[in-house]
């Protein structure tokens, strides 16, 4: 534990604040207004990295918080190029396997959905009453029999083309795209964040918007614990 991790959110917050400016304080506002808790993806055995990555870069370009990865044998590799820093706005959850992934999403409320051709349900007949997570298998096999066998149901992405199949991360970023428009649609607004998991997005986000952001919060801690120190929140 370093001296800053048992900070609370608006400690953080206050703290850093003077150090982030205004304009970056307006858009970590506006991203959080319009962040989509209700819509996750659930990544199975990728091992592209490029593949992994542009999925990472689309869920994060289109409102989602939460990506689920169930490592293959060569773990979760992602090409850090490709997703131009998407990952460190994002909760990249790892699972041991498919079916504590789908246990944990069940707890959550979610209904769990796996992209498969030929399903009877088209990606536009999802239902998005209720939180749902997008299941999406690797480039060449898909999703394995367990992930399949465990869904709540089975969706396909209607092709009008000769082609009947889309690369990975083109599949994910159309899936992902079309579910959280009808999702907010549905919702009635931008986003659905609570407001305890949005106010510690935002100090996690100010940590990572302020260079050198845990030496100033240590510092701080020091001065705020001397002997009559004041309250004020000067830098």
């Not at 991203?31 to 542009?54: F, I, K, M, Q, T």
């Not at 409102?63 to 990865?69: D, I, T």
């Not at 041991?96 to 409320?109: D, N, Q, R, V």
């Not at 030929?118 to 990606?123: C, D, R």
Request: glycine letters at 8%.
């Amino acid at each position: 534990m370093t001296p800053t991790d048992d900070l609370d959110d608006e400690q953080v917050i206050a703290w850093l604040g003077p150090f982030v400016s205004p304009e970056r304080q307006r858009r970590i506002t506006d991203v959080l207004a319009s962040r989509l808790a209700s819509v996750a993806v659930v990544l199975e055995n990728v091992y592209d990295p490029h593949n992994g990555a542009a999925c990472l870069r689309s869920a994060e370009a289109f409102g989602l918080q939460a990506v689920h990865v169930v490592p293959g044998p060569s773990g979760f590799p992602v090409a850090h190029k490709v997703t131009q820093g998407a990952d460190r706005w994002l909760d990249v959850v790892r699972h041991g396997s498919i079916e504590t992934c789908y246990a944990a999403l069940h707890e959550k409320g979610f209904r769990v959905a796996a992209a498969l051709p030929g399903a009877a349900v088209a990606l536009e007949q999802l239902p998005v009453d209720a939180p749902i997570a997008l299941v999406l298998g690797n480039e060449h096999e898909g999703l394995s029999a367990a992930a399949q066998a465990g869904a709540d149901l089975a969706f396909r992405i209607p092709h009008l083309g000769f082609v009947q199949s889309l690369n990975l991360s083109v599949a994910c970023a159309v899936s992902v795209h079309t579910t959280a428009a009808r999702r907010r649609a549905w919702l009635g607004t931008a986003g659905d964040l609570a407001a305890g998991p949005r106010r510690s997005l935002e100090a996690r986000w100010y940590l990572q918007s302020v260079e050198a952001a845990r030496e100033i919060l240590a510092r701080r801690r020091a001065e705020a614990e001397r002997p009559g120190a004041g309250t004020g929140n000067t830098p």
